[in-house]
């Protein structure tokens, strides 16, 4: 389907609000996607009130036969991993190799909680009382609203609806506006795997009116929600006050430290690979680095080397290391940033705030340094291809810069010290912590979360996340 649609009821429909979105390629801002209507909040309404019509029977359906129906939408989507990768390579600026990673970690998402469908039992508990047995369950929550971001749209996607609904929940889903037929092919596949009419509903849209309607809708019983800080306590306040569950995760502001001991060859393809993968545009993107001083000479020297070598250019080319950022906003955004980084007083080691290639949203690898913790460059989330770096005197020194931050995402070090390692994961402020890792990079099978300002709820991902699609009923019965 070329043209994006709703899905609604399990018919596919036009949005019908009078706005439009154009969808553009960041890697070539000549090339429109599509040009295509946004919902309404009737259009909303329509799919809570078929989500709410068709839960009850799905989950009254055997949790085995849930799941059966992710295993075949696993299978669809790896047979479809080119064509997702190509259309979130031309959506979203994602290179093409990040691409296929993710489309394919998609399917592998849908397979593992469709295995989990089979053990979603309760527990056999004891009585005091004579005669009688007890024993738990659980139960879905209902309908649950879920609205995703741009920068991850096939997996970050695949891993809220992959829990809701083998857990016997209906979805309503408000997908990014810059990724219409990435979106559009998940939903597809889903169709085409047997999830029944309604129990999985699209309504393309914005959030200003489309995501407002969903998060406040009284038929909606659990909202997850992947986005910014501002929008997510927004989101946060207004399901809670209406006694909803929430689930939110936000950004990060992730520290890499780098130990006087560490393997600096290492070191530095850690910082690049956490640093510039998808033009940092990852909530956990190394924006800041941390060296102690005997190395921090040799380290900066291996690290802006690394980075002047990265190759800028179209999402689509199997070479590109560094994309485009998503669109004209982003671009714009990353840009200011990085004068005011000049403008405060940072040192520009490489990159800059001017534009790599007119044809799209091209922003160099960038590294400052002499950046102090009161910069704006090392307090707020730039969500571009943009690194702080920062030389501190020993390893506590580190560690209390590291987690100078509203933020607790993710945080990593490099060190060949053991005991160092585990001291840096104890007291690390974050909720993902690696050794000899980038901070960008996570497990399926793993819990997944902030914790401050990064995020609010039950963690993502693995199987904890169960807990928020599900409500536990304690049950009792007099048998004799």
């Known amino acids: 389907m070329t043209t994006p649609r709703n899905l609604v009821g399990g018919a596919w429909r036009a949005p019908r609000g009078s706005a439009t979105y154009r969808a553009i390629n960041p890697s070539d801002v000549a090339d429109v996607i599509v040009e295509y209507p946004l919902s309404s909040v009737d ?14 029977g799905w989950a009254a359906t055997s949790p085995v036969a849930r799941g059966e129906i992710l295993v075949k939408a696993g299978a669809l989507l790896r047979a479809r991993v080119e064509d997702l990768a190509q259309a979130m390579a031309r959506e979203v600026g994602k290179p ?34 004579p005669g009688v047995v007890a024993w738990t369950v659980r139960k879905p929550v209902g309908v649950v609203g879920q609205i995703t971001p741009w920068n991850f749209p096939a997996s970050i996607s695949a891993w809220k609806f992959g829990p809701a609904l083998v857990t016997g929940n209906a979805v309503v889903w408000k997908p990014c ?3 219409p037929l990435t979106s559009q092919m998940l939903a597809e596949i889903l169709v085409e795997a047997g999830v029944p009419a309604g129990v999985f509903n699209l309504v393309h849209g914005d959030g200003f009116d489309v995501g407002q309607a969903i998060v406040g809708h009284p038929g909606v019983a659990a909202v997850s929600f992947t986005g910014s800080r501002a929008v997510g306590e927004r989101v946060h306040r207004a399901v809670s006050n209406r006694l909803g569950k929430v689930q939110c995760e936000l950004g990060g502001k992730n520290p890499l430290v780098v130990l006087a ?19 940092g545009q990852k909530c956990t993107a190394t924006s800041r680095v941390i060296v102690e001083a005997p190395i921090a000479k040799a380290f900066t020297e291996a690290f802006v080397a690394k980075a002047k070598a990265l190759k800028v250019g179209d ?8 994309g485009p950022v998503v669109d004209a906003r982003q671009y714009d955004k990353v840009r200011d940033y990085v004068r005011k980084g000049i403008a405060e007083g940072a040192r520009l080691l490489t990159g800059g705030p001017d534009g790599v290639n007119p044809a799209g949203y091209f922003v160099a690898p960038t590294i400052f340094d002499g950046v102090s913790p009161e910069m704006t460059i090392a307090r707020e989330e730039i969500f571009g291809p943009v690194v702080a770096l920062f030389e501190v005197a020993d390893f506590d020194a580190a560690v209390a810069l590291a987690n100078d931050t509203e933020y607790g995402l993710s945080a990593s070090i490099c060190t060949r010290d053991l005991g160092r390692a585990h001291a840096f994961v104890a007291r690390a402020e974050t909720g993902v912590a690696s050794v000899n890792l980038p901070t960008a990079g996570v497990e399926l099978h793993a819990p997944f979360g902030g914790s401050k300002a990064s995020g609010t709820g039950v963690k993502e991902q693995g199987r904890p996340v169960l807990e928020f699609y599900t409500e536990w009923r304690s049950v009792y019965m007099k048998v004799a």
């Open 177 to 179: 506006l810059h990724s």
């Open 261 to 279: 001991d560490a393997d600096l060859e290492l070191a530095a393809t850690t910082a690049i690979e956490g640093a510039f993968r998808n033009a």
């Open 315 to 322: 999402a689509r080319d199997p070479d590109t290391f560094v």
């Open 43 to 56: 259009d909303v309404e329509d799919a809570v009130a078929a989500a709410r019509a068709a839960q009850p």
């Open 96 to 129: 093409i190799g990040e691409a296929r990673g993710e489309a394919l970690y998609s399917a592998k998402v849908l397979e593992f909680y469709a295995a989990e469908g089979p053990r979603l039992a309760g527990d056999a508990l004891p009585s005091g009382r």
